[in-house]
Protein backbone atom coordinates (compact mmCIF):
# COMPACT_ATOMS: atom_id res chain seq x y z
CA UNK A 1 0.00 0.00 0.00
CA UNK A 2 1.00 3.40 0.01
CA UNK A 3 1.30 5.70 2.97
CA UNK A 4 1.29 9.74 1.52
CA UNK A 5 1.95 12.16 4.92
CA UNK A 6 0.80 16.37 4.50
CA UNK A 7 0.07 18.14 7.63
CA UNK A 8 -3.57 19.75 8.16
CA UNK A 9 -3.31 22.95 8.66
CA UNK A 10 -0.59 25.65 8.08
CA UNK A 11 -0.88 29.79 8.36
CA UNK A 12 1.18 32.58 6.30
CA UNK A 13 1.02 35.96 5.80
CA UNK A 14 -0.07 37.62 2.90
CA UNK A 15 3.37 38.59 0.65
CA UNK A 16 5.16 35.80 2.62
CA UNK A 17 6.34 32.09 1.52
CA UNK A 18 5.28 29.24 2.36
CA UNK A 19 6.48 25.36 2.27
CA UNK A 20 3.71 22.65 2.59
CA UNK A 21 5.39 18.78 2.84
CA UNK A 22 4.20 15.94 1.56
CA UNK A 23 6.38 12.48 2.80
CA UNK A 24 5.37 9.23 1.18
CA UNK A 25 6.33 5.21 1.42
CA UNK A 26 5.70 3.22 -1.24
CA UNK A 27 7.19 0.87 -3.43
CA UNK A 28 7.59 1.35 -7.46
CA UNK A 29 6.91 4.99 -7.10
CA UNK A 30 6.56 6.70 -10.27
CA UNK A 31 5.52 10.34 -10.26
CA UNK A 32 4.06 12.92 -8.16
CA UNK A 33 1.25 15.70 -8.87
CA UNK A 34 0.49 18.84 -6.42
CA UNK A 35 -3.14 19.83 -6.69
CA UNK A 36 -4.91 22.74 -5.31
CA UNK A 37 -8.81 22.90 -4.38
CA UNK A 38 -10.54 26.02 -3.28
CA UNK A 39 -13.63 25.31 -0.81
CA UNK A 40 -16.57 23.55 -2.08
CA UNK A 41 -14.59 23.73 -5.99
CA UNK A 42 -12.78 21.12 -7.78
CA UNK A 43 -8.96 20.29 -7.51
CA UNK A 44 -6.92 21.95 -9.81
CA UNK A 45 -3.68 20.53 -10.82
CA UNK A 46 -0.59 22.26 -10.20
CA UNK A 47 2.96 20.47 -10.32
CA UNK A 48 3.91 16.81 -11.44
CA UNK A 49 7.92 15.91 -10.31
CA UNK A 50 8.94 12.00 -11.25
CA UNK A 51 12.62 13.39 -11.42
CA UNK A 52 14.45 14.79 -8.40
CA UNK A 53 14.93 18.51 -8.20
CA UNK A 54 12.80 21.62 -8.64
CA UNK A 55 10.09 22.63 -10.97
CA UNK A 56 9.47 26.11 -10.76
CA UNK A 57 6.01 27.91 -12.64
CA UNK A 58 6.07 31.65 -11.59
CA UNK A 59 4.96 31.90 -7.85
CA UNK A 60 4.86 27.99 -7.17
CA UNK A 61 7.83 25.68 -7.13
CA UNK A 62 7.53 22.08 -6.51
CA UNK A 63 10.41 19.91 -5.24
CA UNK A 64 10.89 15.87 -5.13
CA UNK A 65 13.70 13.58 -3.80
CA UNK A 66 12.83 10.59 -4.47
CA UNK A 67 15.65 8.57 -2.42
CA UNK A 68 13.84 10.62 0.77
CA UNK A 69 10.42 9.70 -0.28
CA UNK A 70 9.82 13.79 0.01
CA UNK A 71 8.13 16.66 -1.96
CA UNK A 72 7.40 19.80 -0.97
CA UNK A 73 5.43 23.01 -2.95
CA UNK A 74 6.81 26.43 -2.40
CA UNK A 75 4.85 29.10 -2.48
CA UNK A 76 5.89 32.65 -3.20
CA UNK A 77 4.51 36.33 -2.72
CA UNK A 78 1.09 34.70 -0.99
CA UNK A 79 -1.85 36.12 -1.62
CA UNK A 80 -5.10 35.89 -0.17
CA UNK A 81 -6.57 34.31 -3.10
CA UNK A 82 -3.90 31.12 -2.11
CA UNK A 83 -5.99 30.23 1.10
CA UNK A 84 -6.93 26.64 -0.13
CA UNK A 85 -6.16 23.25 0.69
CA UNK A 86 -3.31 21.47 -1.51
CA UNK A 87 -3.03 18.10 -2.18
CA UNK A 88 -0.18 15.62 -3.20
CA UNK A 89 -0.93 12.56 -5.37
CA UNK A 90 1.43 9.91 -5.87
CA UNK A 91 1.55 7.41 -8.48
CA UNK A 92 3.10 4.03 -8.54
CA UNK A 93 3.86 2.00 -11.15
CA UNK A 94 3.42 -1.94 -10.94
CA UNK A 95 -0.27 -1.41 -10.18
CA UNK A 96 -3.46 1.20 -11.78
CA UNK A 97 -1.12 3.87 -12.20
CA UNK A 98 -4.10 6.34 -10.84
CA UNK A 99 -2.38 8.48 -8.06
CA UNK A 100 -3.59 8.49 -4.93
CA UNK A 101 -4.12 11.27 -3.01
CA UNK A 102 -2.91 12.36 0.45
CA UNK A 103 -5.15 14.11 2.91
CA UNK A 104 -4.33 17.43 2.09
CA UNK A 105 -3.46 20.60 4.13
CA UNK A 106 -5.18 23.57 4.42
CA UNK A 107 -3.36 26.91 3.83
CA UNK A 108 -4.60 30.25 5.63
CA UNK A 109 -3.23 32.95 4.12
CA UNK A 110 -4.50 36.26 6.25
CA UNK A 111 -3.60 39.87 5.82
CA UNK B 1 -11.52 23.82 -24.34
CA UNK B 2 -10.17 22.30 -21.19
CA UNK B 3 -13.41 22.00 -19.80
CA UNK B 4 -15.09 18.83 -17.57
CA UNK B 5 -18.72 19.82 -17.03
CA UNK B 6 -21.20 18.24 -14.52
CA UNK B 7 -24.96 18.60 -13.89
CA UNK B 8 -26.65 18.92 -11.41
CA UNK B 9 -24.42 20.95 -9.77
CA UNK B 10 -26.70 20.13 -6.55
CA UNK B 11 -28.73 16.54 -5.79
CA UNK B 12 -31.29 16.26 -2.91
CA UNK B 13 -32.54 12.60 -3.00
CA UNK B 14 -34.58 10.31 -0.86
CA UNK B 15 -33.44 6.73 -0.27
CA UNK B 16 -36.07 5.22 -2.01
CA UNK B 17 -35.05 7.71 -5.74
CA UNK B 18 -33.24 6.87 -8.89
CA UNK B 19 -30.95 9.38 -9.94
CA UNK B 20 -28.00 10.29 -12.22
CA UNK B 21 -25.32 12.71 -11.50
CA UNK B 22 -23.87 12.98 -15.68
CA UNK B 23 -20.21 14.49 -16.95
CA UNK B 24 -18.91 15.75 -19.95
CA UNK B 25 -15.71 16.93 -21.48
CA UNK B 26 -14.29 17.36 -24.96
CA UNK B 27 -10.85 17.41 -24.63
CA UNK B 28 -10.46 13.88 -26.39
CA UNK B 29 -9.37 12.00 -23.86
CA UNK B 30 -9.70 8.46 -23.02
CA UNK B 31 -10.11 8.16 -19.33
CA UNK B 32 -12.81 9.53 -17.22
CA UNK B 33 -12.55 8.99 -13.11
CA UNK B 34 -15.62 9.48 -10.94
CA UNK B 35 -14.26 10.42 -6.97
CA UNK B 36 -16.04 10.89 -3.80
CA UNK B 37 -15.33 13.50 -1.38
CA UNK B 38 -16.28 13.50 2.11
CA UNK B 39 -15.75 17.19 3.97
CA UNK B 40 -12.21 17.82 4.94
CA UNK B 41 -10.81 14.10 3.59
CA UNK B 42 -9.12 13.97 -0.37
CA UNK B 43 -10.89 12.74 -3.16
CA UNK B 44 -11.74 9.05 -2.85
CA UNK B 45 -11.03 6.84 -6.46
CA UNK B 46 -14.61 5.02 -6.98
CA UNK B 47 -14.43 4.00 -10.89
CA UNK B 48 -12.14 4.21 -13.91
CA UNK B 49 -13.52 4.46 -17.46
CA UNK B 50 -10.14 3.54 -20.23
CA UNK B 51 -11.13 3.55 -23.67
CA UNK B 52 -15.07 3.45 -22.68
CA UNK B 53 -14.57 0.47 -20.68
CA UNK B 54 -14.54 0.14 -16.51
CA UNK B 55 -11.11 -0.47 -16.09
CA UNK B 56 -11.59 0.16 -12.20
CA UNK B 57 -14.15 -0.61 -9.45
CA UNK B 58 -12.84 0.00 -5.92
CA UNK B 59 -15.35 -1.82 -4.66
CA UNK B 60 -17.85 0.66 -4.48
CA UNK B 61 -21.53 -0.75 -3.40
CA UNK B 62 -23.87 -1.67 -6.18
CA UNK B 63 -25.97 0.93 -5.62
CA UNK B 64 -23.67 3.19 -7.51
CA UNK B 65 -23.55 1.89 -11.36
CA UNK B 66 -21.57 3.22 -13.81
CA UNK B 67 -22.20 3.93 -17.22
CA UNK B 68 -19.85 5.36 -20.47
CA UNK B 69 -22.57 6.09 -23.81
CA UNK B 70 -19.65 7.32 -25.45
CA UNK B 71 -15.58 8.62 -25.11
CA UNK B 72 -17.32 12.58 -23.68
CA UNK B 73 -19.51 11.42 -21.68
CA UNK B 74 -19.66 9.86 -17.90
CA UNK B 75 -22.97 8.49 -15.88
CA UNK B 76 -23.37 7.97 -12.11
CA UNK B 77 -26.95 6.33 -11.53
CA UNK B 78 -27.92 6.32 -7.51
CA UNK B 79 -29.98 3.98 -6.62
CA UNK B 80 -31.32 3.25 -2.68
CA UNK B 81 -28.65 5.76 -1.39
CA UNK B 82 -27.70 6.11 2.16
CA UNK B 83 -27.43 9.11 4.19
CA UNK B 84 -23.77 8.56 4.44
CA UNK B 85 -23.52 8.04 0.75
CA UNK B 86 -24.02 12.41 1.07
CA UNK B 87 -20.66 13.85 -0.44
CA UNK B 88 -19.30 15.91 -3.42
CA UNK B 89 -18.86 13.71 -6.58
CA UNK B 90 -16.26 14.98 -8.57
CA UNK B 91 -15.54 13.77 -11.93
CA UNK B 92 -12.31 13.93 -13.70
CA UNK B 93 -10.63 13.44 -16.83
CA UNK B 94 -6.58 12.60 -18.33
CA UNK B 95 -5.40 11.58 -21.56
CA UNK B 96 -5.07 8.09 -20.25
CA UNK B 97 -5.26 5.93 -17.54
CA UNK B 98 -1.48 5.44 -17.13
CA UNK B 99 -1.03 8.10 -14.56
CA UNK B 100 1.29 10.29 -17.01
CA UNK B 101 -1.03 12.98 -17.42
CA UNK B 102 -2.86 14.98 -15.01
CA UNK B 103 -6.34 14.98 -13.97
CA UNK B 104 -9.18 17.82 -14.80
CA UNK B 105 -12.06 17.89 -12.61
CA UNK B 106 -15.00 19.22 -12.94
CA UNK B 107 -16.81 21.27 -10.68
CA UNK B 108 -19.12 18.52 -8.53
CA UNK B 109 -21.82 17.90 -7.22
CA UNK B 110 -22.75 18.07 -3.86
CA UNK B 111 -25.53 14.90 -3.21
CA UNK B 112 -27.40 15.01 -0.18
CA UNK B 113 -29.62 12.04 0.93
CA UNK B 114 -32.39 12.41 3.43
Known amino acids: GQNIDQPTEMTATEGAIVQINCTYQ??????LFWYQQHAGEAPTFLSY????GLEEKGRFSSFLSRSKGYSYLLLKELQMKDSASYLCAVRVSGGSYIPTFGRGTSLIVHP | DTEVTQTPKHLVMGMTNKKSLKCEQH?????MYWYKQKAKKPPELMFVYSYEKLSINESVPSRFSPECPNSSLLNLHLHALQPEDSALYLC?????????????FGPGTRLTVT
Open chain 1, 26 to 31: TSGFNG
Open chain 2, 27 to 31: MGHRA
Open chain 1, 49 to 52: NVLD
Open chain 2, 92 to 104: ASSQDDKGRYEQY
